[in-house]
Protein backbone atom coordinates (compact mmCIF):
# COMPACT_ATOMS: atom_id res chain seq x y z
CA UNK A 1 0.00 0.00 0.00
CA UNK A 2 1.33 3.17 -1.11
CA UNK A 3 1.38 5.96 1.46
CA UNK A 4 4.15 8.63 1.23
CA UNK A 5 2.63 11.17 -0.05
CA UNK A 6 2.31 14.69 1.27
CA UNK A 7 -0.70 15.07 1.39
CA UNK A 8 -0.92 18.64 0.31
CA UNK A 9 -4.44 18.91 -1.16
CA UNK A 10 -5.86 17.39 1.82
CA UNK A 11 -3.97 19.27 4.61
CA UNK A 12 -2.70 16.80 6.91
CA UNK A 13 -1.75 13.02 6.97
CA UNK A 14 -4.36 11.59 4.96
CA UNK A 15 -3.49 8.27 5.89
CA UNK A 16 -4.50 8.48 9.24
CA UNK A 17 -7.25 10.11 8.44
CA UNK A 18 -11.08 8.40 9.65
CA UNK A 19 -13.79 7.29 7.51
CA UNK A 20 -16.23 5.68 9.80
CA UNK A 21 -13.54 5.61 12.76
CA UNK A 22 -11.03 4.04 10.99
CA UNK A 23 -8.00 5.35 9.54
CA UNK A 24 -8.03 5.53 5.73
CA UNK A 25 -4.61 3.18 5.87
CA UNK A 26 -6.52 0.24 7.57
CA UNK A 27 -9.48 0.84 5.72
CA UNK A 28 -7.46 -0.19 2.55
CA UNK A 29 -5.29 -2.46 4.27
CA UNK A 30 -8.20 -4.87 5.17
CA UNK A 31 -9.56 -4.56 1.48
CA UNK A 32 -6.15 -6.01 -0.01
CA UNK A 33 -5.76 -8.49 3.06
CA UNK A 34 -8.03 -11.03 1.05
CA UNK A 35 -5.73 -10.66 -2.24
CA UNK A 36 -2.20 -10.89 -0.99
CA UNK A 37 -0.44 -12.57 1.34
CA UNK A 38 1.12 -9.62 3.25
CA UNK A 39 0.22 -6.42 3.33
CA UNK A 40 3.47 -3.98 3.30
CA UNK A 41 2.97 -0.23 3.67
CA UNK A 42 5.49 2.15 1.50
CA UNK A 43 6.62 5.36 2.44
CA UNK A 44 5.68 6.01 5.70
CA UNK A 45 8.14 5.15 9.09
CA UNK A 46 8.21 1.95 9.73
CA UNK A 47 7.76 0.71 6.11
CA UNK A 48 9.03 0.47 3.31
CA UNK A 49 11.43 3.02 1.69
CA UNK A 50 10.61 4.40 -1.42
CA UNK A 51 13.34 3.92 -3.48
CA UNK A 52 15.39 5.57 -4.61
CA UNK A 53 14.05 8.36 -2.37
CA UNK A 54 11.49 9.80 -1.09
CA UNK A 55 9.86 12.52 -2.88
CA UNK A 56 9.17 11.14 -6.19
CA UNK A 57 5.65 10.16 -6.26
CA UNK A 58 4.13 7.03 -6.64
CA UNK A 59 6.86 6.03 -9.20
CA UNK A 60 9.42 5.68 -5.69
CA UNK A 61 6.50 4.14 -3.95
CA UNK A 62 5.95 1.37 -6.33
CA UNK A 63 9.96 0.98 -6.59
CA UNK A 64 10.13 0.54 -2.94
CA UNK A 65 7.54 -2.26 -3.25
CA UNK A 66 9.39 -4.28 -5.95
CA UNK A 67 12.09 -4.36 -4.44
CA UNK A 68 10.61 -5.55 -1.04
CA UNK A 69 8.94 -8.36 -3.41
CA UNK A 70 12.31 -8.83 -4.90
CA UNK A 71 14.26 -9.58 -1.90
CA UNK A 72 12.05 -11.26 -0.02
CA UNK A 73 10.76 -14.23 -2.75
CA UNK A 74 6.83 -12.68 -4.15
CA UNK A 75 6.65 -13.07 -7.56
CA UNK A 76 4.66 -9.69 -8.02
CA UNK A 77 3.11 -6.72 -6.06
CA UNK A 78 -0.14 -5.03 -5.73
CA UNK A 79 -0.16 -1.32 -5.19
CA UNK A 80 -2.94 0.22 -3.84
CA UNK A 81 -3.14 3.81 -2.75
CA UNK A 82 -3.64 4.65 0.69
CA UNK A 83 -6.37 7.35 -0.17
CA UNK A 84 -8.69 4.37 -2.27
CA UNK A 85 -10.67 3.28 0.70
CA UNK A 86 -13.40 1.29 -1.60
CA UNK A 87 -12.73 -0.34 -4.88
CA UNK A 88 -15.04 -2.56 -6.38
CA UNK A 89 -13.82 -6.77 -5.94
CA UNK A 90 -14.13 -7.27 -9.80
CA UNK A 91 -11.26 -4.72 -10.89
CA UNK A 92 -8.69 -6.13 -8.02
CA UNK A 93 -9.38 -9.43 -9.33
CA UNK A 94 -9.05 -8.63 -12.71
CA UNK A 95 -5.54 -6.75 -12.27
CA UNK A 96 -4.05 -9.69 -10.56
CA UNK A 97 -4.64 -11.91 -13.70
CA UNK A 98 -2.01 -10.61 -14.94
CA UNK A 99 0.69 -8.75 -14.57
CA UNK A 100 1.87 -5.94 -15.10
CA UNK A 101 -1.34 -4.44 -15.37
CA UNK A 102 -2.83 -0.99 -14.12
CA UNK A 103 -5.93 0.42 -14.01
CA UNK A 104 -6.27 3.30 -16.57
CA UNK A 105 -8.33 5.43 -14.44
CA UNK A 106 -5.94 5.60 -11.44
CA UNK A 107 -2.42 3.79 -12.67
CA UNK A 108 -0.98 3.48 -8.74
CA UNK A 109 -3.69 1.12 -8.63
CA UNK A 110 -1.52 -1.79 -10.28
CA UNK A 111 -0.34 -5.14 -10.33
CA UNK A 112 3.42 -5.20 -11.13
CA UNK A 113 5.89 -8.39 -11.53
CA UNK A 114 8.96 -7.85 -8.48
CA UNK A 115 11.09 -8.59 -11.72
CA UNK A 116 11.05 -5.17 -12.92
CA UNK A 117 12.68 -4.10 -9.69
CA UNK A 118 15.82 -2.94 -11.31
CA UNK A 119 14.13 -1.67 -14.66
CA UNK A 120 11.93 0.65 -12.63
CA UNK A 121 14.55 2.60 -10.99
CA UNK A 122 16.54 2.65 -14.07
CA UNK A 123 13.69 4.50 -15.57
CA UNK A 124 13.53 6.92 -12.46
CA UNK A 125 16.93 7.65 -12.63
CA UNK A 126 16.62 8.33 -16.02
CA UNK A 127 13.24 10.07 -16.89
CA UNK A 128 12.83 13.49 -15.34
CA UNK A 129 8.73 13.02 -15.95
CA UNK A 130 7.64 10.03 -13.09
CA UNK A 131 4.32 9.21 -14.66
CA UNK A 132 3.15 5.78 -13.33
CA UNK A 133 1.21 5.48 -16.29
CA UNK A 134 3.63 6.45 -19.01
CA UNK A 135 6.37 3.29 -17.13
CA UNK A 136 3.27 1.28 -17.59
CA UNK A 137 3.30 1.77 -21.19
CA UNK A 138 6.85 1.51 -21.57
CA UNK A 139 6.44 -2.00 -20.35
CA UNK A 140 3.58 -2.82 -22.15
CA UNK A 141 1.55 -3.05 -18.78
CA UNK A 142 -1.77 -4.38 -19.88
CA UNK A 143 -4.24 -1.20 -18.71
CA UNK A 144 -7.66 -1.86 -17.66
CA UNK A 145 -10.58 0.26 -17.18
CA UNK A 146 -12.57 0.66 -13.47
CA UNK A 147 -15.97 -0.69 -14.17
CA UNK A 148 -17.40 2.29 -12.06
CA UNK A 149 -16.02 5.57 -11.29
CA UNK A 150 -13.19 5.17 -8.02
CA UNK A 151 -13.56 7.12 -5.11
CA UNK A 152 -9.93 8.15 -4.63
CA UNK A 153 -9.70 10.86 -1.18
CA UNK A 154 -7.16 14.22 -2.11
CA UNK A 155 -9.32 16.39 -0.38
CA UNK A 156 -11.36 16.74 2.81
CA UNK A 157 -14.46 16.95 0.65
CA UNK A 158 -13.39 14.02 -0.92
CA UNK A 159 -13.81 12.43 2.46
CA UNK A 160 -16.90 13.90 3.50
CA UNK A 161 -18.50 12.71 0.33
CA UNK A 162 -18.04 9.03 0.99
Known sequence: MLAGGRSSRFGSDKAAALLNG??????????????VDEVVVV???????????????????????????????????LTVGCDMPRLPDDLLAALLRRPPSYCNDAPVL?????????????????????????WARQIGALPIAAPEPLANVNTPDDLMAL
Open 43 to 77: GRAGGIADLPAPGLGPLGGIAGALDHAARTGYASV
Open 22 to 35: RALLAHVRGMVSTY
Open 110 to 134: GHWPASLSSQLLAHIAACDRRSVQG
